[in-house]
Nanobody
Framework: QVQLVESGGGLVQPGGSLRLSCKAS????????MGWFRQAPGKEREFVAA????????YYAGSVKGRFTISRDNAKNTMYLQMNSLKPEDTADYYC???????????????WGQGTQVTVSS
């Protein structure tokens, strides 16, 4: 089992920045790929970004590419999402996930955090 805990969410003005963190514990030695998803009220959970175990390869949703950066520090068992140039449409609960592949679909991930809320508003 892997436990995931997100942090770093909050209220930010449009154009601002936030950095989310996802701390993993438990069986972290299985070289998991990790990803970020988000879910806005009344909408389905959607893919944001993913990163393979080594960190060499990353994937992004088109809506965040160029504004968000995913990274990980395996020595700290922590993944990050640097979010810049935030827009009101980025408002959502953000979830981190771990699985065997860095996919774009929720079903590709085995473990999920509880989420952290991000609100972009003036």
């Amino acid at each position: 089992q892997v436990q995931l805990v997100e942090s770093g969410g909050g209220l930010v003005q449009p154009g601002g920045s936030l950095r989310l963190s996802c701390k993993a514990s438990g069986r972290t030695g299985n070289n998991y790929a990790m990803g970020w998803f988000r879910q806005a009220p009344g909408k389905e959970r959607e893919f944001v970004a993913a990163i393979i175990w080594s960190g060499i390869t990353t994937y992004y949703a088109g809506s965040v590419k160029g504004r968000f950066t995913i990274s990980r520090d395996n020595a700290k068992n922590t993944m990050y999402l640097q979010m810049n140039s935030l827009k009101p449409e980025d408002t959502a609960d953000y979830y981190c996930a771990a699985g065997s592949t860095a996919g774009r679909e929720t079903k590709q991930y085995d473990y999920w955090g509880q989420g952290t809320q991000v609100t972009v508003s003036s």
